[in-house]
């Protein structure tokens, strides 16, 4: 499987199982659920979409491999937040192809910078958005407990 054999897809309502399944596996196989994560995954619609923000999925055949979302920060950032991939997909380019996609969703809504919060021990996610072309800033997690590690890209003329 390569990039290219995924699709990617905007959110409908009958994605939002999707959306909050495969986030909530990879958050209680590493942390616990936070009061956030669950209004988040379980009313992206108002919690995510209702403020501007946008979910999108990876999509191969009729199985939904992996799914991102965007939400907006402060005036010209934006956070990317509940990036997942199922396990039988990972290592097969989902997670790169949503993370480009999404990075391109965050120009168009003229974006100058998408910050994440992460966690050192996801260092597959970890690599992955240093592919992606994220750096590692000081960390400022604010109400994230989860979180030890602060990402951002920057949008720039030579680049995305």
């Not at 501007?52 to 191969?60: D, H, L």
């Not at 010209?76 to 199922?86: A, D, H, L, Q």
């Not at 965050?106 to 970890?126: D, F, M, P, S, W």
Request: charged share 25%; net charge negative; with cysteine.
């Amino acid at each position: 499987m390569a990039q290219d054999s995924f699709e990617i897809i905007p959110f409908s309502p009958d994605l939002q199982p999707y959306f909050e399944s495969i986030n909530k596996a990879w958050v209680t196989q590493y942390f616990s659920l936070e009061p956030f994560d669950l209004a988040q995954l379980e009313n992206p619609e108002q919690t995510i979409l209702a403020k501007g923000g946008e979910i999108i999925f990876a999509k191969i055949g009729e199985r939904i491999a992996g799914t991102v979302a965007l939400i907006p920060s402060e005036e010209g950032i934006w956070e990317m937040i509940k990036m997942g991939v199922s396990p039988e997909f990972q290592g097969k380019g989902a997670g790169e192809l949503l993370g480009k996609q999404i990075l391109e969703v965050a120009r168009q809504k003229g974006a100058t910078k998408v910050r994440l919060y992460t966690h050192t021990k996801l260092e597959a996610a970890i690599k992955l958005y240093l592919r992606l072309g994220f750096v590692a800033f000081q960390l400022e997690c604010g109400a994230y407990g989860r979180c030890n590690q602060k990402m951002e890209y920057v949008f720039d003329a030579g680049r995305a």
